[in-house]
């Protein structure tokens, strides 16, 4: 997976060499998009995540269903403020009924100051439904999840304009 002249690129690989696989372009006509991170389970179920820009940058998920890849709608995160931005940085698969995704959005307050809080969705089989998760300063990121026997954990950091600090958050959920 990577961007080619802006466009998310994913590539499969059949033995022998690299092929260029089709994917579909964001619903809205994003101007560009980008894939950041890909999972799959056994079974062969596979996801992406990234984003998409169209005046804003937008979460973006696409799913492999055996055949050929499709997007599947992304929640919004809750609304803090204005220009709103939101990303996945990370996708972990447990199974068909269940796959973690992580990032981050952030918005401009009415006070004028911007914050960043984590994102975290999950998939339960039928839709990505928006999970509460901490944010412990101004600004909070995760970038990667990974799931286990049942527990699902996530890195990121959180930061003020004078202290960053490593950010791990975790769940007995699978």
């Known amino acids: 997976?990577?961007?080619?002249?802006?466009?998310?690129?994913?590539?499969?690989?059949?033995g022998t060499t690299w092929n260029e696989v089709t994917?579909?372009?964001?619903?809205?006509?994003?101007?560009r998009y980008t894939f950041k991170s890909i999972a799959a389970d056994a079974a062969g179920h596979v996801w992406v995540v990234g984003e998409y820009v169209n005046v804003q940058t937008f979460s973006l998920i696409e799913q492999w269903n055996g055949t050929s890849w499709t997007i599947v709608p992304s929640p919004q995160?809750?609304?803090?403020?204005?220009?709103e931005n939101d990303t996945l940085s990370g996708v972990t698969v447990v199974s068909g009924t269940s796959a973690w995704a992580v990032g981050n959005y952030n918005?401009?307050?009415s006070s004028g100051s911007s914050i960043e809080d984590t994102l975290v969705e999950h998939w339960d089989?039928?839709?990505w439904t928006v999970v509460p998760s901490p944010n412990v300063k101004t600004f909070n990121m995760l970038y990667a999840v990974?799931?286990?026997?049942?527990?699902?954990?996530?890195?990121g950091a959180s930061s003020t304009s004078n202290s960053i600090q490593t950010l791990v958050i975790g769940c007995n959920c699978a």
């Open 107 to 109: 918005a401009s307050t």
């Open 77 to 83: 995160p809750p609304t803090i403020g204005s220009n």
């Open 23 to 31: 994917a579909p372009a964001p619903p809205t006509g994003g101007q």
């Open 146 to 155: 990974t799931s286990f026997q049942g527990q699902t954990g996530a890195v």
């Open 1 to 14: 997976m990577i961007c080619k002249h802006g466009l998310g690129l994913i590539e499969h690989w059949d």
């Open 125 to 127: 089989g039928t839709s």
